[in-house]
């Protein structure tokens, strides 16, 4: 038993340690992980009331258009 809480103590010291001594290299500017990422996904509204989720470069007014077509109006 006291082999196995050893063990497990030195693990747990050593992925600390790795955490904490990792490069920040990851990190643009200091600003972090934020600050460099972009949605694959934005939210828009439809109509005034439909939010849907399209992907970014894609044209909200077509999608839109579909969407009340296809969900709202229930036509083909």
């Given amino acids: 038993m006291k082999l196995f809480l050893s063990f497990l103590l030195l693990s747990m010291v050593s992925v600390s340690a790795a955490w904490f001594y990792q490069p920040r290299s990851h990190f643009i500017n200091g600003a972090g992980y934020q600050a460099s990422f972009e949605a ?3 939210t828009v509204l439809c109509a005034d ?10 044209d909200a007014e077509e999608i839109c258009r579909i969407y009340l077509k296809k ?3 229930q036509t083909d």
């Fill in 40 to 42: 694959p996904f934005r």
């Fill in 49 to 58: 009331q439909f939010p849907i989720r399209i992907q970014r470069f894609a």
């Fill in 71 to 73: 969900f709202v109006y």
